[in-house]
């Protein structure tokens, strides 16, 4: 299999907690290798693209107020397999049952809010990570 490129977001519970070296050095030591990066803050229109999977779900709008809600750090990771390498990395969604060893079942759990927060972002295929990776940083 060749090379695969993915975006990964450090969302903005991860950026307020200061674990965004922590988060990169992981996803690093995993052996991918880092090929952007960038703090910046996300807007509504950005968000309203990335997540055209959830608009009209209930968590969508709580979801866009809580990216809306301090910077992001935007990323895109190489490797061979990265895309499900980082998914398993990163733990399931729910960060308080995300399995202890992952980012999110390691740093994570629910805050009592109405959306996950759930500390990153990962694309779901090589389709969804093109799309994405030409949203948060263009062709
Ligand atoms: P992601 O897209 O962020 O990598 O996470 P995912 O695939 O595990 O989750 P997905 O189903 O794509 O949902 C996107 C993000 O929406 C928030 N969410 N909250 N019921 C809820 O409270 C709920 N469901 C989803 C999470 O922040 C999730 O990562
Ligand atoms: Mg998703």
Redesign the pocket.
């Known amino acids: 299999m060749s090379t695969e490129r993915t975006l990964v977001l450090i ?1 903005p519970d991860g950026v307020k907690r200061n674990l965004t070296g922590a988060i990169l050095a992981r996803i690093e030591a995993k052996g991918y290798t880092l090929a952007e990066l960038k703090k910046m803050d996300a807007t509504r229109e950005l968000l309203e693209a990335h ?1 055209e999977e ?1 608009v009209g779900k209930p ?1 969508y709008e709580p ?1 866009v107020e809580f990216m809306l809600s301090g910077p992001i750090v935007a990323a895109v990771f190489e490797g061979q397999r990265v895309i499900e390498g980082f ?1 398993s990395l ?1 733990g ?2 729910e960060p308080t049952t995300a399995a202890p060893g992952t980012i999110r079942g390691d740093f994570g759990r629910d805050w009592g809010t ?5 500390l ?3 694309s ?1 295929s090589a389709e969804s990570a093109e799309r994405e990776i030409g949203i948060w940083f263009g062709n």
């Open positions: 969302k997540y959830h968590f979801l998914r990163a399931a969604t109405k959306v996950q927060q759930n990153v972002h990962g779901d």
